[in-house]
């Protein structure tokens, strides 16, 4: 990065940056954006200024250019050292100059200079890039345009010459300075469904009988503060397709932008199969820092990120598998191991870190990953027990690229769930250690529950591994396939796949086809997805696919400015380069050579304020307690030392839930009670769970009780077989309950309920019928007998 020198930006200078303009072309599943900045001048003598912004981590950035009176000045890309030197040489000759660069320790933080903007001038920036949008749980494919850009916490190692080194105003998120807006256009041409934003939006106008696309813009008076998110429902998703672009050979003649290129989108069919016998060992690593005191999101009564953290613990605990091991770390700028070790999966150990859990706090400072994880990886493996590691974080770091190599070093004995909590987690961080770690991310922003897409990444990892995944080609003679994507060695069911591939040799005539197929074993079985496609390359001006098949090597490759091996960072360079897509080696760099004489007088500085979250505004210090932990005593009973969670006992919680305020009571049959039970959690559906034992069961008990609003007498006179298991009872009437009284919310339950139903199975016998009945006629609900296997 180009270091600042001169006077920071106060706030009553005027900010050079009037208004972002974004438009937004998205077509299936792949979007471009061309961002401009527009900068003018109102000052009496030339400016330097720097702008510091949020980018997603899967763009490919291809584009930069500057409009100055009238003309176009596009920039070249070239090695990061020696754009830095023409800058800086072009600065201190006095010409215009402008930059574009990631940030050295983060691929979601970019910078952008503008030197020598003359008094009175005005210059527009714009920046193209291209990105696949993720595809949520429910069919959504999701975009999201990053506004926020929270301080990070400095690690010591982290690198000195960062973009966040930049004393950047920081300002509430209503009062930034500078306008913005965006339009968007979506088309697809299996129709669209429906298009919803966490931002108000104009009418959405939609085009063609079949609705094959739409106009969408944000409503007037939008301030850019907050991420912007588009959620797209298409009429049909996954369909396999397969679509080719003709290359550039004129103006690259032996690079990556030569050849035709392939990209093959798969949704593999896995069939549901029953877990494996082995368990694995389940591995938490929470972030208790103090920024994970903020909302989730910045909408009215959204949860606080460390309560959301905490019910996401008590569900995972409670849906774990019988026999696995498990530990639970919380993180800030020291760390605390709820066990020495983890430990075997018991009615005592889950008591003992259910307790733990209700004690949290986000009190343990700043956010330092690294040493927590490499103090996990350091434990020897358990035999017959894979690990699998959860990392919950708000991403708010600076050492993102060290992070992700220590996860990938390890990659060959675990896999990596991660994340990110709260707008402005780093996808870069979120993305990077799921990808390298063969695990899946997760982003909670707006009215996203943790607790579902917690859930679902543990179902993932509880399923058997598919292995020997493979692409096959086939081809006509005289042309071959080289596939540009990283090895895929992990797949999910209901995940999509995308693999890029650059075609070489000759192309045959207009009526040839090909078949793509991808290969894989599960528990044995070989199954396969064949996707047969037209030979035909279309032409695409952008180079759309060419430049996300750069992305996707460079991802694999570019391990970070600092990190990358010499040898990787040659093929590194020559793809970025050749392909025109930015990475940590590279930036854009623009010299306006038409200026007639130097620009004259003293050169100041101006930073242009980003917005942030206010309870993330507070001041971050540099870590002073490298590798410094709390480790709990293990055993069931044991006391924690002084001045750990043992001394935050928070306050109960007496006040009606607000998820059972709405229920319809005649449909569960009986009075719900007007207080909450003093027993963990804001939430009935909370506090049942708590009370689950780790085998599945529930015991007929007086907290039980209260949750059912029934008193305990009532409850054991309506027991229909006389000397039953009352805990066979209990869990009969837990499962109705769920069932009953949080259907919505089976996607958070639906693992323990299993687990409950096994412990049925295996424990109630020949009167399991005759409890279900008794316990769907006592409750008078309407649930269906046959979710007990009747």
């Known amino acids: 990065m180009v270091r600042p020198s001169g006077l920071l930006t106060r706030q009553e200078e005027p900010v050079p940056l009037k208004s972002i303009c974004v438009t937004l072309s998205i077509r299936e599943f792949v979007a471009g954006v061309a961002a401009t900045l527009n900068y003018e001048n109102e000052e009496k003598f030339p400016l330097e200024t720097f702008f510091v912004f949020p980018m997603d981590e899967d763009s490919a950035v291809y584009s930069f250019e500057a409009m100055v009176d009238g003309k176009t000045i596009k920039a070249e890309l070239k090695d990061k050292k020696k754009a830095h030197i023409i800058y800086e040489s072009a600065i201190s000759h006095r010409h215009q100059a402008f930059l574009l660069e990631e940030d050295k320790c983060s691929r979601d933080v970019f910078c952008c200079n503008v030197g020598n903007l003359q008094p009175g001038s005005k210059v527009a920036l714009t920046l193209k890039y291209v990105q696949e949008l993720p595809l949520e749980a429910d069919g959504a494919l999701r975009y999201v345009l990053p506004a926020v850009l929270n301080p990070r916490y400095r690690c010591s190692g982290s690198p000195e010459d960062s973009c966040l080194d930049l004393k950047t105003p920081i300002v509430p998120l209503d009062d930034l300075p500078y306008a913005f807006s965006m339009t968007a256009t979506v088309s697809s041409q299996h129709g669209i469904e429906t298009i919803q934003s966490n931002c108000p939006l104009s009418p959405i106008e939609y085009l063609g009988d079949k609705k094959t696309s739409a106009q969408i813009s944000l409503a007037d008076g939008h301030k850019f503060d907050r991420d912007v998110e588009l959620l797209i429902y298409y009429r049909e998703v996954h369909t396999p397709s397969v679509a080719v672009e003709l290359g550039n050979p004129k103006n690259n003649p032996d690079g990556l932008m030569k050849d035709p290129s392939a990209m093959v989108c798969f949704y593999p069919n896995i069939p549901e199969v029953e877990p494996s016998a082995i368990c694995g060992e389940f591995v938490f690593l929470m972030d208790c820092s103090g920024s994970m005191q903020c909302p989730i999101s910045k909408q009215d009564?959204?949860?606080?990120?460390?309560?959301?953290?905490?019910?996401?613990?008590?569900?995972?605990?409670?849906?774990?598998?019988?026999?696995?091991?498990?530990?639970?770390?919380?993180?800030?700028?020291?760390?605390?191991?709820?066990?020495?070790?983890?430990?075997?999966?018991?009615?005592?150990?889950?008591?003992?870190?259910?307790?733990?859990?209700?004690?949290?706090?986000?009190?343990?400072?700043?956010?330092?990953?690294?040493t927590p994880l490499q103090v996990i990886y350091r434990e020897p493996s358990i035999p017959g027990h894979p690990l699998q590691l959860f990392v919950f974080t708000d991403g708010e770091v600076t050492d993102t690229f060290s992070i992700i190599k220590e996860v990938r070093n390890h990659r060959l004995r675990h896999r990596c769930f991660s994340f990110g909590i709260g707008e402005g987690a780093s996808t870069s961080l979120i993305k990077g250690i799921a990808r390298v770690g063969g695990g899946?991310?997760?982003?909670?922003?707006?009215?996203?529950?943790?607790?579902?897409?917690?859930?679902?990444?543990?179902?993932?990892?509880?399923?058997?591994?598919?292995?020997?995944?493979?692409?096959?080609?086939?081809?006509?003679?005289?042309?071959?396939?080289?596939?540009?994507?990283?090895?895929?060695?992990?797949?999910?069911?209901?995940?999509?796949?995308?693999?890029?591939?650059?075609?070489?040799?000759?192309?045959?005539?207009?009526?040839?086809?090909?078949?793509?197929?991808?290969?894989?074993?599960?528990?044995?079985?070989s199954c396969e997805n064949k996707v047969t496609f037209s030979l035909q390359p279309k032409l695409d001006d952008n180079f759309t696919i060419h430049r996300l098949a750069a992305k996707a090597f460079l991802q694999s490759m570019d391990i970070g400015f600092g990190e990358t091996p010499a040898k990787t960072k040659k093929d590194v360079l020559k793809v970025s380069i050749d392909c025109g897509v930015i990475s940590s080696h590279t930036a854009f760099i623009a010299i306006n050579k038409d200026v007639n004489k130097p620009v004259q007088g003293p050169l100041a500085c101006r930073d242009v304020p980003r917005p942030v979250l206010l309870c993330a505004a507070a001041p971050m210090t540099q870590c002073k307690r490298v590798g410094s932990a709390r480790i709990f005593a293990c055993r069931h009973g044991s006391q924690p030392p002084p001045s750990t969670f043992q001394a935050r006992e928070p306050p109960l919680q007496a006040t009606?839930?607000?998820?059972?305020?709405?229920?319809?009571?005649?449909?569960?049959?009986?009075?719900?009670?007007?207080?909450?039970?003093?027993?963990?959690?804001?939430?009935?559906?909370?506090?049942?769970?708590?009370?689950?034992?780790a085998?599945?069961?529930?015991?007929?008990?007086?907290?039980?009780?209260?949750?059912?609003?029934?008193?305990?007498?009532?409850?054991?006179?309506?027991?229909?077989?006389?000397?039953?298991?009352?805990?066979?009872?209990?869990?009969?009437?837990?499962?109705?309950?769920?069932?009953?009284?949080?259907?919505?919310?089976?996607c958070e339950w639906e693992l323990l309920e299993k687990k409950a139903r096994t412990w049925i199975n295996s424990n109630a016998g020949s009167i399991k019928k005759k409890l279900v009945k008794a316990a769907i006629a006592f409750t008078k609900s309407s649930v269906d007998p046959a979710v007990f296997g009747i």
Request: charged fraction near 25%; hydrophobic fraction near 40%.
């Open 301 to 370: 009564k959204s949860q606080l990120r460390i309560e959301a953290a905490k019910e996401t613990l008590i569900l995972l605990l409670k849906s774990l598998p019988v026999n696995c091991y498990f530990n639970i770390y919380a993180f800030g700028s020291s760390f605390e191991a709820f066990f020495p070790n983890s430990v075997k999966y018991t009615q005592d150990t889950m008591e003992e870190a259910l307790r733990r859990v209700k004690l949290m706090r986000a009190d343990l400072g700043g956010t330092e990953i690294l």
């Open 440 to 525: 899946t991310s997760e982003f909670i922003t707006g009215k996203d529950r943790m607790q579902a897409k917690a859930l679902r990444a543990l179902k993932h990892a509880l399923q058997p591994a598919v292995e020997d995944v493979s692409v096959n080609w086939d081809l006509p003679r005289g042309l071959s396939a080289k596939t540009l994507s990283p090895e895929q060695t992990v797949l999910y069911k209901g995940q999509r796949l995308i693999v890029y591939a650059q075609l070489t040799g000759t192309m045959p005539p207009e009526e040839g086809t090909g078949e793509v197929c991808l290969n894989y074993t599960l528990q044995g079985k």
């Open 656 to 693: 009606m839930p607000q998820d059972l305020k709405n229920l319809d009571a005649g449909s569960w049959g009986f009075d719900l009670p007007t207080r909450a039970p003093p027993v963990f959690g804001e939430t009935y559906l909370v506090q049942l769970i708590s009370l689950q034992n």
């Open 695 to 746: 085998d599945g069961s529930w015991d007929l008990d007086e907290d039980l009780a209260r949750i059912l609003g029934i008193s305990l007498k009532d409850l054991w006179s309506a027991l229909p077989v006389k000397d039953a298991d009352s805990s066979s009872w209990a869990t009969v009437l837990a499962v109705v309950w769920l069932h009953a009284k949080a259907k919505h919310q089976k």
